[in-house]
């Protein structure tokens, strides 16, 4: 059974104590997550990685400044969102958002790994054509559990503002799904 993370003592203990051992909770509760979030907008797995670093990394220099950050999760994302998007900009990347994977970089479960590859090839295709911002949405709240105030706090947006993109997301891969059972 999972106990819920006190993440304000956490941040008290990296912040006044530089406990390590509270460090690596963080890191190891977010690390991958946010190497998933960071690849969807950079498309690149070493890059992702670095930015992820490079966030993770500031935690632990900040001290007691990291006690004036009101939500943890809101913040790690939303630094890796920026960071991610001053590379992009950058590199002037901003119209490639094409997934370049050869492999699903989800896990299935049992019951979705039932359907076929050519569905989920299809829907994922269907979610690498979604505008960049929906695509972030969706992806923020499907394979990062983050609520929509959450999204709304990292992109700097309206909770409603959410709930559209995702409405068009939704609406985009759904609209994809007849012309593949057809």
């Known amino acids: 059974?999972?106990?819920p993370i006190d993440w304000l003592r956490i941040q008290y203990a990296i912040a006044e104590q530089r406990d390590e051992d509270a460090y690596k909770t963080l890191f190891f509760h977010f690390h991958s997550d946010l190497?998933?979030?960071s690849r969807s907008l950079l498309h690149d797995i070493q890059t992702a990685e670095d930015v992820?670093?490079?966030?993770l990394v500031k935690i632990w220099t900040m001290g007691p400044?990291?006690?004036?950050?009101g939500n943890l999760k809101t913040y790690l994302y939303r630094s890796v969102k920026n960071s991610a998007l001053n590379i992009i900009a950058?590199?002037?990347?901003?119209?490639d958002y094409t997934l370049t994977c050869d492999r699903p970089i989800h896990t299935y479960t049992p019951e979705q790994e039932l359907i076929s590859k050519e569905i989920i090839h299809?829907?994922?295709?269907?979610?690498?054509?979604?505008?960049?911002?929906?695509?972030?949405?969706f992806i923020l709240i499907r394979d990062n559990g983050c609520s929509y105030k959450e999204v709304a706090e990292i992109m700097e947006i309206s909770r409603n503002t959410v709930d559209r993109h995702m409405q068009i997301a939704l609406?985009?891969?759904q609209k994809a799904l007849p012309l593949i059972i057809k």
């Open 52 to 55: 992820v670093s490079e966030t």
């Open 122 to 137: 299809s829907i994922e295709y269907a979610i690498s054509n979604l505008p960049p911002k929906t695509k972030t949405v």
């Open 171 to 173: 609406t985009k891969i």
């Open 1 to 3: 059974m999972n106990t």
């Open 35 to 37: 190497i998933y979030f």
């Open 65 to 69: 400044k990291l006690l004036s950050i």
């Open 90 to 95: 950058k590199n002037k990347l901003q119209d």
